[in-house]
């Protein structure tokens, strides 16, 4: 792990014991809003295995968890991976792991159904961006659902809604990257201004 997600990572595990709570008045009820989109539009099957990167304190990876044959949760920080491992045992749920993984190098090898993310990518300069978003192809998903920090329009640097280092992509940025991968982009949802969910989908040649 490179020095910046290093202390990326311990900055996160610092605040993990309060991250849940941590998003103020105006930033939490958009939050949730994304969240939210990111769950229904995921809509795993009982079979489907679920790969969340950047899960955090693990709310979309145990949201999903009772509708999918398996979760997995990656992250850099151990703090939060620590707090999600701990409501998964209070929710007595047992059909999620949770364990490191950067976004280009998840550290996953089994087979993946459907790829979510929920603010977590605006923390990769848009090069990066571009690099996870070829190694999630990689992994052979029919679905990527990607809730985060995007520009529908210009930035208004005089507005920012984030003020933590979000480096958010437009969204003509992102979805032209996962149109080049070979994902069709099926969703848009607007959250805000500065906040959207994008569901990409793969097609095989029978659809």
Known sequence: MDRT???????????AHRYDDKHDSEEKPVYNACASLVIDHADPRPDDVVLDLGTGTGLIALA??????????????????????????DSGIDN???????FRDPQYSGEVDIVVSNFSLHHLPDEEKREAIEAIVDLSPRRFVLGDAMFFSSP?????????GVDAATVGML???LTDVGFVVTAVERVHDQVGVLVADRFDDDT
């Open 175 to 177: 979805v032209d990257v």
């Open 156 to 164: 208004d640097p005089e507005e920012p809604l984030f003020g933590h």
């Open 5 to 15: 997600l290093e202390d990326l990572a311990e900055r996160f595990s610092k605040i």
């Open 64 to 89: 999903l968890a009772g509708n999918a044959e398996h979760v997995a949760g990656r992250d850099i920080s151990e703090g939060m991976l620590e707090q999600a491992q701990v409501k998964a045992a």
């Open 96 to 102: 999620i792991e949770f364990g490191y993984g950067e």
